[in-house]
């Protein structure tokens, strides 16, 4: 009687938890299929993984922004949720920093050092040191310290604790709520109610005026800005300017979640929710907000986008890595590297000579004549085609880009039309015609740039109030002049902000900062590379109209990690 001797059994890896301390923290799994049916739901080809418990913070913050809106919180929930995402960062030492960061580290460090001159009057303002100027600069401190530090821990988390199409519709969530909330202050603009936060504070601090457009909830801010009493949203954020800097980013990440990554069902939806929108980012009359959509729309037109096959062809001259490009074992588990099955030994009893492989032709390099093996499919499509595809020169088809350009051109050309038709026209006509807000601009940037000269380096730590307004040199109401008043300056945009606040030496940190993103990325060309360098190219556009505080800064850093992710998820 003879035994056959049983195959070997096939021995699994250890857990996911091993697969991140041999590559360090932020580093991609080689594949997500050995996951447990309760934490990966699949969407057509690909797989999408549920975040894990170290990933709530962020969810909790753009998911459940507006029940922190309800609270009172608003945008200052982002240094609530900092604490927990420092303790996962303290939990996963070395922390991998993100080039460019070091920017934002000396940012920070001049906003400490400014807090020297919070005492001073430059030449053209006035006040005195106050409780309302030291809670505004330690409120703008806590603020950038808790933006730091949401930026190293997403990019420390892995791509099984935090998916990178998860974190891109927990976006497209805050997008749905950010419409909803516009459509709310259209057509129920007196909608507020006092907050719990609003509650428990004592007047002298919630009584201030910065401090109450933060925790005080409201649909719209009325104002007479085409010559009668016209409503402008701003739910759920702190002003109406905030509300269109914000649409515009999370309209931008909506479109990836939705659209680019979405089946006919979710298109749709796209689809409507977009249009549905039009109704809100008309009537917040944000000149700024239309011309970044406009500037989107060219980007989209202009820019290339390579397309990879299924199976990418590499070149026959690139060098291909086997540790790499090795096929899988067929009886390989999910998640094992394929080097560590390696192909079998020649079948004992069988002379390799009599079945020799043909010699190749004298005179011809095989290497040169070879059909290359396609390379497996490691990772989600877009990180693979930003990393492990290099298409040459010619594999861009043109014809498809120029269909796609006319179809999108049409369709925008048909959409502008059917809009000036239509009731939406006539808001857009009378706001363009309607543009003394440009004086009010030019007096506080004028105002600013001089009182930052007397500060160059430092700043003064916060904002100060200028003496009249463009109309007169009288300070406060009168019963002559009623629209006279102190503008805060800084209050036109972040540069602006930040040369009163900082000198000319925090400008420039937060203008490198954000430039270098764009520098770097630039060459990413996945949809999640191309919307993130967009977001930054509307960063350096918005600093001069919108100030970034407190909820725009939040979406701007989180398109930078977003961006970051891509590049060193992607890399095994």
Wanted: charged fraction near 10%; proline fraction near 11%; aromatic fraction near 10%.
């Amino acid at each position: 009687m003879s035994f056959v001797k049983p195959p070997p059994r096939t021995t699994w890896p250890a857990t996911a938890l091993s697969t991140e301390r041999r590559h360090g923290p932020g580093a991609l799994e080689p594949s997500s299929q050995g996951l447990a049916p309760s934490t990966e739901r699949r969407r057509g080809a690909g797989v999408l993984r549920l975040p894990s418990p170290a990933a709530w913070p962020i969810a909790a913050f753009l998911v459940g922004y507006p029940i922190w809106w309800a609270l009172g919180f608003g945008g200052l929930s982002i240094i609530v949720v900092a604490f927990p995402m420092a303790a996962v960062l303290w939990r996963r030492r070395p922390i991998v920093v993100p080039k460019g960061m070091g920017l934002w580290a000396l940012l920070i460090a001049g906003y400490l050092v400014s807090a020297l001159t919070l005492a001073d009057t430059p030449p053209g303002t006035y006040g005195e040191l106050d409780t309302g100027r030291v809670l505004a600069y330690a409120m703008r401190l806590a603020l950038y310290l808790a933006l730091l530090v949401m930026v190293l821990y997403l990019g420390n988390l892995t791509e099984r604790e935090l998916p990178q199409l998860a974190l891109v519709r927990m976006l497209g969530v805050l997008f749905v709520t950010t419409v909803a909330g516009g459509l709310l202050g259209v057509f129920a603009p007196a909608f507020e109610f006092t907050s719990p936060m609003e509650t428990l504070l004592p007047e002298w601090i919630s009584g201030n005026s910065f401090v109450r457009n933060l925790i005080h909830p409201t649909a719209a801010q009325v104002q007479h800005v085409l010559g009668h009493a016209s409503p402008r949203p701003e739910a759920p954020f702190e002003w109406a300017n905030a509300w269109g800097s914000n649409v515009s980013v999370l309209l931008i990440w909506f479109v990836v979640g939705w659209w680019a990554h979405g089946g006919p069902v979710r298109k749709l939806c796209c689809a409507l929710l977009v249009s549905l929108s039009a109704i809100p980012i008309v009537y917040s009359l944000n000149r700024g907000l239309w011309i970044a959509l406009a500037l989107t729309t060219a980007y989209f037109l202009l820019r290339p986008h390579p397309k990879p096959p299924t199976t990418p062809t590499l070149h026959p001259t690139q060098d291909i890595d086997p540790a790499v490009h090795t096929r899988a074992h067929p009886h390989s588990p999910p998640g094992v590297s394929p080097s560590a099955h390696p192909r079998p030994h020649p079948t004992p009893g069988i002379d390799p000579s009599v079945h020799p492989r043909p010699h190749p032709t004298p005179g011809i390099d095989p290497s040169r004549h070879t059909r290359p093996q396609p390379t497996p499919h490691v990772g989600p499509p877009d990180l693979l085609a930003s990393h492990h595809f290099h298409p040459s020169p010619g594999s861009v088809i043109a014809p498809g880009r120029s269909r796609r350009a006319l179809v999108v051109g049409a369709a925008v050309a048909v959409g502008v039309v059917v809009f000036f038709a239509g009731p939406l026209g006539g808001i857009v006509t009378q706001r363009l015609d309607s543009p003394h807000s440009n004086r009010i601009r030019a007096f506080t940037v004028t105002a600013t740039i001089e009182a930052a000269t007397h500060s160059p380096f430092i700043g003064y730590g916060n904002t100060r109030n200028a003496f009249g307004n463009y109309k007169t040199i009288t300070t406060g109401r009168t019963g002559w002049c009623p629209e006279c008043g102190h503008p805060p300056l800084g209050s036109d945009g972040q540069i602006w902000l930040l040369l009163i606040t900082q000198g000319f030496t925090g400008a420039l940190l937060y203008i490198a900062f954000f430039a270098g993103a764009v520098r770097r990325f630039w060459h990413d060309r996945t949809p999640i590379g191309q919307a993130g360098t967009l977001v930054m190219i509307l960063v350096l556009l918005y600093m001069f109209v919108y100030d970034g505080l407190v909820t725009a800064l939040s979406l701007y850093l989180i398109s930078f990690a977003l961006l970051w992710r891509n590049t060193h998820l992607g890399t095994p």
